[in-house]
């Protein structure tokens, strides 16, 4: 009967509820497999606050530019309209800049570029108000890889969609 106890053991443990899911495990809880399966092709990651796509390296702007290419703004309307067709239809998009600049004028660029991602996921079908759109100019920039590069990838545009 030296086995009673381990089973006994095991019977207490299994039945110990789990630890509460932290807020990562509820953003994919929130989400059905097909939103989370679409948000995984695109290139979003699962972040504290729901999931979250860095355009940096696919959505970056050249130096003083607030206008999308035709081929990024044919990939964001691609995007938006796969979201919207498994109802994620929230969406915050953030503009950043790199660190060249002053800061209510880079305030401003971050904002247009924003304005200009939000303004391509509107016409493919996101409604306006579900929207938010910030611009958070240099005050949030990447870990910096050299100077050049860093200052690339900050030219850019997030876009996140919160889990509540």
Not at 29 to 41: D, I, M, N, T
Not at 96 to 125: F, I, K, M, P, W
């Amino acid at each position: 009967m030296r086995c009673a106890p381990l089973a006994m053991a095991l019977a207490l443990g299994a039945c110990q509820s789990p630890p509460p899911a932290g807020p990562a495990q509820a953003a994919v809880s929130s989400l059905s497999p097909q939103q989370v399966a679409v948000l995984r092709e695109y290139g979003f990651e699962q972040v504290d606050e729901g999931w979250e796509l860095q355009m940096a390296g696919k959505l970056l702007f050249d130096f003083n530019a607030d206008k999308l290419a035709a081929d990024q703004r044919a990939a964001v309307e691609r995007m938006a309209r796969s979201l919207f067709s498994v109802g994620i239809e929230r969406l915050r998009v953030e503009g950043h800049t790199d660190d060249l600049g002053g800061d209510a004028y880079n305030d401003r660029l971050s904002l247009r570029r924003a304005q200009a991602v939000a303004q391509v996921l509107t016409e493919a079908g996101i409604p306006q108000a579900h929207i938010a759109v910030h611009g958070y100019g240099r005050s949030r920039p990447l870990p910096p890889s050299s100077i050049q590069g860093s200052r690339k990838e900050n030219r850019r545009v997030a876009i996140i969609v919160p889990v509540s």
